[in-house]
């Protein structure tokens, strides 16, 4: 395990002197203070669409941070020729792939906490009530899809040999289950074989990371999952991250690497 | 430069003296490692003093999308380095030197035969508990400090926190990096970057160390620097397998070498041997021989 955390802890500290988290919080917090700044048609529940236009910034600023910062580190570790003196050590293959993904994922996590306590100030400034329970069940669901993202992006750094190529398309997968994942069995119906049939592999393939979406519920002051769904939804993300990392693992492994 | 050697002498003796103290499941795993390498020891009494080993290493390196043609890198290396020696690893470049360094430390698989340090299958990430490796250029985490890079090792080696604040700051100091230990290392120059990868490769503390042409692109007094530890470390028992150019460095601290060549181990043997064998002045000019070079002249 020391491996494992000795990797994870290179992750976080290139995580926070890189600037791309800085300047992400940044434009979150400028674009919400903003919003917040504004008062449509005297609208008393203006606070909907802040929390509405803040967790929309949250989500898209999270996967942003979570898929390029996994896309880069297996190839940017080929690229700078790192991974030969840590291979060198009693270090496997493994347990690079295991470090790497600990690494972002708490990464991922430490930035969710930072978007979130500004989040609850920010509509702390104009809610009577903080929902501090509902909020913290939407960032454990939220971190747990990450999980998935990460292990996903990770998949794709072994695959593609660009970061560009990988980033974009892990985004664009993401952004696509995000909206139409949901969807697929209804649009399946629709077609004809052999789409359908295809379709429907793909619904029954895909992550729903979607199910861990929970903004609307949030804006609208609406209950949240209970403690069981949220174990189950966990348990969810922890089976596809455990199958994505084994998926990465295997393609690993087999690589050849040459000084 | 006096006050750095003692402080590295001081380094060697400590641990000279007594295994790295490990915790946690590498203790665990040092200790399997141990007891296999009785096991095999027991099984093959010649393997105790070869602490690298490798038997009819083939690698072939299957060509790309157009050529798939394999290109053989290395035909059936058998080669041996004891315990304590300072072994000379050479050849012209494109010899199989750099691949069979590179099957040593896991990062190509052989495709056919077998390699081991101390008795155990460089597939094995164990295996590599005991080495210290050097590559020829430096590859470290830019963004870390020089402390933080050798904490980071450090841990990967199982090193308990107050053993490797000492280690680290002896090592610091006997790369004498004491004044930028705390600076990023993409602020370091390329001199000094060559330094954190020496004390990186000594953090374990290791029986064996791998150094792939340590003196490339050093001044003068880098190069001697480099010697110097070498032959410090053969002084106190350690086995450094290095490949280099540089004939007369090898000359010097080497007690054998062996000689590559297109994939093949053409001559092995003690540098004052392979003279007198083949009735030259030097090793250079065995090596000349040895590769087929023939001089041609200057109109």
Same mark, same amino acid.
């Given at each position: 395990m020391n491996t494992i955390w000795a990797l994870a802890g290179v992750v976080i500290k290139e995580l926070y002197r890189r600037k791309d988290f800085y300047v992400l919080f940044f434009l979150t917090a400028l674009v919400t203070l903003a919003a917040l700044s504004v008062n449509f048609f005297n609208d008393t529940k203006i606070i909907r669409y802040v929390k509405d236009v803040c967790l929309l910034l949250i989500w898209f600023s999270t996967l942003i941070i979570a898929i390029v910062t996994a896309a880069r580190q297996i190839p940017s570790e080929k690229e700078n020729r790192t991974i030969f003196p840590l291979l060198a050590k009693p270090v496997s293959r493994g347990q690079v792939i295991i470090g790497k993904f600990l690494g972002c994922w708490l990464a991922c996590g430490l930035a969710l906490v930072i978007f979130y306590l500004f989040f609850v100030v920010v509509t702390g400034i104009r809610e009577p009530q903080w929902h501090l329970v509902a909020y913290l069940k939407s960032m454990g669901l939220q971190w747990m899809m990450l999980a998935i993202v990460i292990a996903l992006t990770l998949l794709g750094s072994i695959v593609f040999s660009a970061v560009s190529a990988n980033a974009t398309i892990c985004l664009i997968a993401v952004i696509g289950i995000l909206f139409l994942g949901e969807h697929l069995n209804k649009i399946a119906l629709k077609q004809g074989e052999p789409v359908q049939s295809i379709t429907y592999a793909i619904y029954f393939c895909?992550?729903?990371?979607?199910?861990?979406?929970v903004r609307n519920q949030i804006v609208n002051n609406q209950p949240l999952p209970g403690l069981v769904d949220c174990g189950l939804a966990s348990v969810y993300a922890a089976a596809y991250t455990a199958a994505l990392l084994y998926g990465t693992w295997l393609l690993f492994r087999r690589k050849s690497l040459s000084t | 430069m006096l006050a750095a050697n003692s402080q590295f002498l001081v380094l060697l003796g400590e641990a000279g003296s007594r295994p790295t103290p490990l915790r946690g499941e590498v203790t665990v795993d040092l200790t399997r490692t141990i007891r296999y390498s009785q096991h095999v020891a027991r099984r093959n009494?010649?393997?105790?003093? &070869?602490i690298l080993r490798t038997k009819k290493l083939r690698v072939e390196y299957v060509g790309g999308e157009v050529s798939k043609t394999a290109k053989v890198a290395l035909h059936g290396l058998d080669l041996e380095v004891r315990a304590g020696e300072v072994f000379g690893f050479l050849g012209p470049n494109g010899a199989g030197k750099t691949t069979t360094m590179n099957v040593l430390l896991g990062f190509v698989p052989p495709t056919s035969g077998s390699a081991e340090l101390f008795g155990i299958?460089? #597939?094995?990430?164990? &295996? #590599?508990? #005991?080495i210290g490796y050097l590559p020829e250029l430096t590859y470290y +985490? /830019?963004? @870390?400090t020089a402390e933080e890079l050798l904490r980071f090792y450090a841990k990967v080696f199982g090193l308990t926190r107050s053993e490797s604040d000492q280690r680290i700051e002896k090592l610091i100091g006997l790369v004498e990096l004491g004044h930028a230990a /705390? #600076?990023?290392? /993409?602020? +370091? $120059?390329k001199g000094m970057q060559q330094r954190v990868g020496l004390a990186q490769a000594l953090i374990n503390n290791p029986d064996l160390l791998i150094l792939d042409e340590?003196? $490339?692109? @050093?001044?003068p007094l880098g190069r001697m620097k480099v010697r110097e530890i070498i032959q410090r470390l053969k002084n106190e028992g350690k086995t450094v397998f290095f490949s280099s150019h540089e004939m007369g460095e090898v000359e010097t601290v080497c007690d054998r070498v062996a000689i590559l060549h297109q994939g093949e181990l053409k001559i092995e043997g003690r540098v004052s041997e392979l003279v007198a064998k083949y009735g030259v002045a030097n090793l250079e000019q065995v090596f000349l021989r040895i590769v087929g070079y023939q001089p041609q002249e200057v109109v």
């Amino acid at each position: 395990m020391n491996t494992i955390w000795a990797l994870a802890g290179v992750v976080i500290k290139e995580l926070y002197r890189r600037k791309d988290f800085y300047v992400l919080f940044f434009l979150t917090a400028l674009v919400t203070l903003a919003a917040l700044s504004v008062n449509f048609f005297n609208d008393t529940k203006i606070i909907r669409y802040v929390k509405d236009v803040c967790l929309l910034l949250i989500w898209f600023s999270t996967l942003i941070i979570a898929i390029v910062t996994a896309a880069r580190q297996i190839p940017s570790e080929k690229e700078n020729r790192t991974i030969f003196p840590l291979l060198a050590k009693p270090v496997s293959r493994g347990q690079v792939i295991i470090g790497k993904f600990l690494g972002c994922w708490l990464a991922c996590g430490l930035a969710l906490v930072i978007f979130y306590l500004f989040f609850v100030v920010v509509t702390g400034i104009r809610e009577p009530q903080w929902h501090l329970v509902a909020y913290l069940k939407s960032m454990g669901l939220q971190w747990m899809m990450l999980a998935i993202v990460i292990a996903l992006t990770l998949l794709g750094s072994i695959v593609f040999s660009a970061v560009s190529a990988n980033a974009t398309i892990c985004l664009i997968a993401v952004i696509g289950i995000l909206f139409l994942g949901e969807h697929l069995n209804k649009i399946a119906l629709k077609q004809g074989e052999p789409v359908q049939s295809i379709t429907y592999a793909i619904y029954f393939c895909i992550p729903h990371i979607e199910l861990f979406d929970v903004r609307n519920q949030i804006v609208n002051n609406q209950p949240l999952p209970g403690l069981v769904d949220c174990g189950l939804a966990s348990v969810y993300a922890a089976a596809y991250t455990a199958a994505l990392l084994y998926g990465t693992w295997l393609l690993f492994r087999r690589k050849s690497l040459s000084t | 430069m006096l006050a750095a050697n003692s402080q590295f002498l001081v380094l060697l003796g400590e641990a000279g003296s007594r295994p790295t103290p490990l915790r946690g499941e590498v203790t665990v795993d040092l200790t399997r490692t141990i007891r296999y390498s009785q096991h095999v020891a027991r099984r093959n009494p010649d393997l105790m003093s &070869a602490i690298l080993r490798t038997k009819k290493l083939r690698v072939e390196y299957v060509g790309g999308e157009v050529s798939k043609t394999a290109k053989v890198a290395l035909h059936g290396l058998d080669l041996e380095v004891r315990a304590g020696e300072v072994f000379g690893f050479l050849g012209p470049n494109g010899a199989g030197k750099t691949t069979t360094m590179n099957v040593l430390l896991g990062f190509v698989p052989p495709t056919s035969g077998s390699a081991e340090l101390f008795g155990i299958d460089v #597939r094995q990430p164990i &295996a #590599r508990q #005991r080495i210290g490796y050097l590559p020829e250029l430096t590859y470290y +985490y /830019k963004f @870390l400090t020089a402390e933080e890079l050798l904490r980071f090792y450090a841990k990967v080696f199982g090193l308990t926190r107050s053993e490797s604040d000492q280690r680290i700051e002896k090592l610091i100091g006997l790369v004498e990096l004491g004044h930028a230990a /705390k #600076r990023p290392i /993409k602020t +370091y $120059s390329k001199g000094m970057q060559q330094r954190v990868g020496l004390a990186q490769a000594l953090i374990n503390n290791p029986d064996l160390l791998i150094l792939d042409e340590p003196t $490339s692109g @050093l001044d003068p007094l880098g190069r001697m620097k480099v010697r110097e530890i070498i032959q410090r470390l053969k002084n106190e028992g350690k086995t450094v397998f290095f490949s280099s150019h540089e004939m007369g460095e090898v000359e010097t601290v080497c007690d054998r070498v062996a000689i590559l060549h297109q994939g093949e181990l053409k001559i092995e043997g003690r540098v004052s041997e392979l003279v007198a064998k083949y009735g030259v002045a030097n090793l250079e000019q065995v090596f000349l021989r040895i590769v087929g070079y023939q001089p041609q002249e200057v109109v």
